[in-house]
Structures are given as C-alpha cells and as structure tokens.
C-alpha cells in the first residue's frame, strides 16, 4: 500500500507536482521524509505537514475487512474475483479461474505453453463480461521477445469464432493488449513502479510478466558474493509492489517462471543447459531405475520466491502430443492435474484421459520435482547417443 501514487492520497495537484519536482512520488516517499524535510519541501507550517502525514497514512493504511464482507464482494460481482481460463475442469478446481488480486505463477520448461497461455488469457481479459471476461486492457511485459502479435489474432479467431467473426473486432482486441518488451531488472522494475496511474487510465484489467526468470538469471549470477542479495532484494521489491496493484484494483497479476535443476550436493544449475537425456535421469530419480537420483528439475529462483507467489501452475510434458498441468500451489485448491494439448485456439484440456503417470512428491511448492521430458522418449535418446553398427545418423532426434 505503501506504493500508492500521492496522487490517489487526494493531495492538491499543485502540491503532488511540487512534491513530484523532488522525486517524492508515493506515499512511501513521503512518508520517510523527517517533519524538518517536508516542512522544506512542501513551504507549510509544522502544523499543516502534521496534518498531511495523517492524510497520507490513512490512504496508504490497508483497511480492515471482515470475511463476511469479502465473501458478499465476490458473490455480488463475481467477474472482480476470477478471470476464467475456459479450460472448465481447471477453472472448477480453482473455483473460478485465475483469482484476482493476487499473483499466480506459471512454470515448466520450454515447450510447454507458457507464453501460449499467456496470449490466451490475453485475449480472455478483453472479452465481456458476459462471456466471462474482465472487459478491460491488458499490460504484456515481455522480457524474452517471446509475444507473437500474430499468434494473439489465431487464439483469439480460433477460440471465439462466433465472436471475432470480422477484423474489425480482432483489431480492437489487438489495441487493447499494450506490450513492453523491458530486457533488464532496472527496467522491469521502473516499469512495474510506473503502473498504478496507467491501469487507471487505460482500464487495465490484467498484468503479465513473461518472464521474471529471464532478466533475473542473466544478471545475477548466485555464485558471486552479495548477488543473491541483490536479487532477493529485487524479486522481493518487484513483487511487493505486484500484490499491491493486484489487491488495490482486484485484477489477476500473472507471471511466468523457467525452471532449474537442483543438484543432491545442493548446487543448482539451469535445466535448460542440460542435455536431453541428462533431463531424463534427472526427472525420473530412483522410480526408473531403482538407483539414487542425482538431483530434480523444479521451478527456478528458489524457495522465497516460491512465498511471494499465491497460486502456482506447473506445466510438464507428458507424452508427444500431450502436456500435463498441475496446481502445485493454491490457498483454494487442491494438488490437482490436467492433461492438454496446444491447438490453434491455445490450450486445450483432454478431459476424460488417463492419468495414472500422476505422481505428487513433497508439498514444496519450492522442491516440486517438473517433468521436462516425455519419459517414452528415453531409449530414442539412449539408442541416440550410441553409435550406430550401420554407420548412418539418426537424425531425427536432433528435433527432440
């Protein structure tokens, strides 16, 4: 709350752009100023910046709510407590859809729909209310120049045809997801504090961060003294102010995370960099082959990020055509799973197949171990890596 622009406090705009002329911008700001410092800055008397920090504090206070009162919020207006995936199975289990005001998570590795689903409930976000959307714009960080403005206008057709039955209407869809393509933490982090008043003008009904892993492990390298302080200090700040914007204005805030392979001597290395059948031995551990595993992919940034976090998806694969999610973390659902496919219209749950692959280890959200390769694949990868007696390359797995 502290974040809360001094503008939204209801201070006088002369005295907000006097304060602004000193970089004093939200309530926070203000409010770490000494009375000597803001009698100097704002040309008051002692008793008139007295007067102002009890106006500042009570608009940054978080104000006290019963739970009846909470409860009859979300049953009165519905649409300002979930943003429904459409994928129905999941949206029942998490009593709704995506929830607002808090941050979800999705995590896998790549190749799983992480930023296709993101495109997808994009173009949730600004449908009607009616249809189960939130009728609002949409923020689209991209910090790995992953968003496809042509893969949007596919979902959206494919998805709703009767909808968007003219360009028309996929156009003014289009003009109502507003991308950033920010590729450092400084920038990210500029941006996420610039929010507040462009969600108010602009209407925006959904915040997207694809990726936070991303600038985070370029920048920070854990290895080196006072770098994963820093970076702490970063993910802590970013998504302080995340959970702020989402409670202040009840809108989902959804992030996207890459996954990291902890080591048994308690290293951690990107899973990314490892190879295919390295992530085979990995993932499956002692239930393939009956010998000690060595280590397990999981979600990346570590276990405290893993609390900043309200709700977290997993996508891993399950076999070549098929993925599976789970609801690894929520304060309203079970640890449930979904098998799906990605389509022209985005995901796409296969409701009603078998899922006796289902395996549940520990309940740290943070230590979760993440399929990062079919495990039907593993003698291709094996046989693969042998040479072979006929002196030819099999190339096909060179597409794995």
Request: hydrophobic share 40%.
């Amino acid at each position: 709350m502290a974040a809360k622009k001094l503008r939204r406090a209801r201070l006088s705009q002369e005295l907000c752009e006097r304060l602004s002329r000193h970089q004093i911008t939200t309530c926070q700001d203000f409010l770490c100023l000494s009375l000597f410092e803001l009698m100097k800055v704002t040309g008051q008397s002692y008793y008139d910046v007295q007067k102002l920090l009890c106006k500042v504090s009570r608009a940054c206070a978080p104000k006290m709510q019963t739970a009846y009162e909470m409860k009859l919020r979300k049953s009165v207006n519905p649409s300002s407590a979930f943003l429904s995936t459409t994928l129905h199975s999941l949206d029942k289990v998490l009593h709704g859809g995506v929830p607002c005001g808090s941050l979800t998570e999705v995590t896998s590795p790549p190749g799983c729909g992480k930023t296709q689903f993101c495109i997808m409930v994009s173009v949730l976000a600004t449908l009607p209310v009616s249809m189960g959307g939130l009728d609002g714009a949409v923020i689209y960080i991209d910090t790995e120049s992953a968003f496809s403005a042509e893969r949007l206008i596919e979902i959206a057709g494919n998805r709703f045809p009767a909808y968007f039955d003219s360009n028309e209407k996929l156009f003014c869809m289009t003009r109502s997801i507003h991308l950033y393509r920010e590729l450092t933490c400084g920038s990210v982090l500029k941006r996420i504090m610039s929010l507040e008043e462009e969600i108010i003008s602009k209407k925006v009904k959904l915040i997207i961060i694809d990726s936070v892993a991303s600038v985070v492990r370029k920048e920070f390298d854990t290895k080196l003294q006072g770098n994963l302080a820093e970076r702490s200090n970063f993910l802590s700040r970013g998504a302080s102010v995340l959970k702020y914007l989402a409670e202040e204005f009840s809108i989902p805030v959804i992030l996207t995370n890459q996954i990291t392979t902890s080591l048994s001597n308690g290293l951690a290395i990107q899973a990314d960099l490892v190879s295919p059948a390295d992530d085979l031995s990995l993932s499956e551990g002692a239930s393939g082959s009956g010998k000690m595993e060595s280590g397990w992919v999981t979600a990346a940034l570590g276990n405290t990020w893993s609390h900043s976090v309200n709700t977290r998806l997993i996508l891993q694969y399950h076999d070549l055509p098929t993925r599976q999610l789970l609801v690894a973390k929520s304060p309203v659902a079970p640890f449930s799973a979904f098998l799906y496919t990605i389509e022209k219209s985005g995901l796409v749950l296969q409701d009603g197949k078998d899922q006796t692959n289902l395996t549940w280890e520990g309940t740290n959200p943070a230590l979760q171990t993440i399929r990062v390769r079919n495990t039907a694949l593993k003698d291709t990868l094996l046989d693969a890596s042998l040479p072979s007696t006929s002196g030819e390359t099999q190339s096909n797995t060179s597409n794995l």
